[in-house]
């Protein structure tokens, strides 16, 4: 046995955590994962990824793990960190006994989905990683997303429905950690009305910054061109519970008029403030979302909302009923996932469809309700899904064990 | 290379943002409701005025102090504004006026045409002479003066026109204008109107009629001149006479033919715009089928010369109970500009309005008393219904919203 090998493994037996250092980033990096970060030391390995290529929060968790089951060099406590947008997300951890049980077939895949801790609170672990390299960064990288729009509304004697198909593509991509931007335009395909529909015209396009704050605190600042023909500033402010159980949250928008009129886009000054406070309870068993919300609309009117969404997988249903400036409101909505379930990597540029595409019935749409413009609120993110960013430890768990 | 596209993104949209605030406009500026105003199509009378067929210019239309003037083709519009009745009368200097009292409506063309007849000079009748005075237009009527008609040398002329006395139930052959009006004779004045059917042939119950405030009264009875065959009777004083029989005119039946409709499109835009609006009205009537072949129906056994000659003499009493020549023709209608909401596009239906009775007047054949209807087809004009459909901005009705 020569010098170096000796030497090699006196290093290994005192330094034993050093054995697959750095052998996990190019596994993840393999596997399509971005803003890789990798610490390895006397009380585990600690692991952070963002996820471009499986669709929803779930799946690549699922093929991670499975990946890291096999790597018999993992035999430490393992602790995984989902990025989204360069934030942390969840904390997926992982001990070195379910492992080896894991890997040796003594206990089944729903048994160490069972056994695995999931929560919200990622500050302690997170302070591991500072000072480490970032591989395989998300920066830069452009997603080209086609959103289909289609809008229906019955609010005309000729005709049943006045109806719109546009197609908006978005690029999307990531400026530096939590920021982010969304350029859309919208191309109208269909329609039978006439009106800003017959216009190509801007659809979302925000900059957007978030911050994860210590205590499950998320801040996050969008500037830019909304949903409901706004433009202005939007700052939200939410609190979690670490088992994401509850949820409480606060925005504050500041924003204008953004209209396309005869042909033309005009905006006005940023003059009307709105405003929203919210609670979220989710129930585990059902999956589901109790979510209640006294909010200040757009134009001024004050109301409240009750939304109760059930997850069914990656889908979701959810009927909400509200009451705004003293008139009623009510309807269902549902979204399901897009094709494809895994994606190419990404490389400058890629194509994809938005991995999630949803409806909102609403049953009101004109007479007073549409002269006063009640109940109106912007959207300030092109994905309209519950399920997008989802990461409830409970909700994580049960569809882990699907998987 | 992605830091600096990174960095350019963000510094664009910054900036575009930043630009947004600059913008004075307030919200409302940009945020317009489409304009309302009400879409109103005014009552109107229009027409063509003729003279022996051919069409007379330069003649003043009026209903009250409402005025048009014939252009070269004779025709004039009136626009009346409100609902309501009407007198509207054609004069023109040396020419005999014409007037018919109407009723109209809102977002209806009233079809009204007129005959004139050019007034025919004058005469001297001396007192201590006989005159005979041959009406020149039709060569229908003529006056036998006795000497002493008169007391003084006197100014006398008279002219056939054509009336309009269906409300009267007269079926007149001839209609003069006498003048000097109100002239009292000293002795009575025959009158002869000539008869061209054969002696198989005649009008029973001939009578003399005059005008008295518009409406049209027996005076005296007619007999048939055993010599002449002609229809002779008596006057003694100048008015307006006419000489015919008892027309009984049958219910009418009301039917339409759709016209072309015309469509204005001001969806999209905020603003209310005024159009022209010119529609195509049919004017004028016509014996509804084959005149001759009525005669011979009803008139078993007639000859082809009498059958022509009552195929005349009927036209002549329908032409002086509707006030027009037989002929129907197309006016193209220039109306007052409409008015069309922002947002809003509008139809305006038209509809040419018919109708159809039947004459009936008694004539004697070989003997025997015969009743013979003659259906008459009339355009009345145009009824026109506006129709809406309104753009993206302008909802009718709350039927829900899905998008």
Known sequence: MQMKQILLIGFLFFFPWLAGAGSYTSLLRQMGMENIREVADPEGVYLCWEDPVYRGPVRGLAEILRTLAVQEDLV?????????????????????????????????????????????????????????????????????????????????????????????????????????????????????????????????????????????????????????????ADLQLTWRTANDRWLLGARGGLTGASVVQEGRWQVSRWERLSGAVWGRYFEPHYQLELELTAERYIYGDYGARFDCVRHFGETTVGLFAMVSGGEANGGFSFSVPLPRKKRMQRKAVRIRLPEYWGLTYEAQSGNEYAERRLGRRYQTDPVVSRTNRFYNPDYVRKQLMRL | MNKYLTGAFAFALLLSTSLSFTSCKDEDEVTQTPEQVE???????????????????????????????????????????????????????????????????????????????????????????????????????????????????????????ITRAEKDNMGALSVIYCTPDGQQFEQPVKIQVVRNTSSDLYFANMKHYVEENGTWKVESDMTVDPETGDYVGELDHFSSHAFGVEAQWGAKT????????????????????????????????????????????????????????????????????????????????????????????????????????????????????????????????????????????TPEHSGGNIG
């Open chain 2, 39 to 161: 879409t109103k199509i005014e009552a109107y009378v229009s027409g063509r005025v003729m003279e022996m067929g051919k069409p007379l210019a330069d003649v003043t239309v009026a209903a009250g102090e409402i005025t048009s003037t014939t252009d070269s083709e004779g025709n004039y519009t009136l626009a009346i504004g409100s609902a309501g009745d009407v007198t509207v009368t054609a004069y023109k200097d040396g020419y005999v006026a014409a007037s018919s009292q109407v009723t109209v409506a809102e977002s209806e063309i009233l079809s009204l045409d007129f005959e004139l007849t050019q007034q025919n000079e004058s005469v001297t009748l001396s007192p201590d002479a006989e005159l005979v005075l041959e009406e020149k237009r039709d060569e229908f009527t003529t006056l036998f003066f006795q000497p002493q008609s008169v007391t003084a040398a006197t100014e006398v002329s008279i002219t056939e026109y």
């Open chain 1, 76 to 232: 430490q406590d393992t602790h995984l960190v989902i990025l989204e947008n360069g934030l942390p997300q969840i904390l997926v951890k992982v001990s070195a006994a379910d492992w080896a049980d894991y890997r040796e077939d003594r206990i089944s895949w729903a048994d160490f989905v069972n056994r695995l801790l999931l929560t919200y609170e990622t500050d302690d672990v997170m302070r591991r990683f500072s000072g480490t390299k970032t591989e395989h960064r998300s920066a830069g990288r452009v997603d080209f997303v086609v959103y289909p729009q289609l809008q229906l509304r019955n609010s005309w004697l000729d005709k049943i429905y006045g109806a719109s198909v546009n197609i908006a593509p978005a690029v999307e991509m990531q400026l530096w950690k939590g920021a982010s931007f969304t350029g859309q335009v919208i191309f109208p395909i269909w329609n039978n009305m006439v009106g800003e529909m017959d216009y190509i015209r801007a659809g979302l396009l925000t900059l957007r910054q978030e911050i994860r704050l210590p205590k499950r605190w998320m801040a996050s600042l969008t500037v830019g061109n909304f949903t409901q023909q706004r433009i202005g």
């Open chain 2, 254 to 393: 009301a039917t339409t033919e759709d016209g072309a409709s015309q469509e204005f499109d001001n969806r999209g835009k905020l603003d209310a715009v005024k159009v022209p609006l010119t529609v195509e009205s049919k004017n004028g009537w016509e014996v509804d089928g084959d005149l001759a072949s009525i005669i011979r129906t009803a008139l078993s056994g007639v000859s082809e010369a009498d059958a022509t000659e009552l195929a005349s003499e009927l036209n002549r009493m329908i032409r002086n109970a509707k006030g027009s020549e037989s002929s129907v023709s197309t006016q193209q209608v220039k109306l007052n500009e409409i008015s069309i909401s922002g947002d809003t596009k509008a139809t305006v239906a038209v509809q040419h309005k018919i109708s159809t009775s039947s004459m009936t007047v008694s004539v004697m054949f070989k003997g025997q008393p015969v009743s013979i209807s003659v259906p008459v087809k009339v355009y009345n004009g145009v009824s026109m219904k506006v129709s809406y459909e309104y753009g993206s901005l």
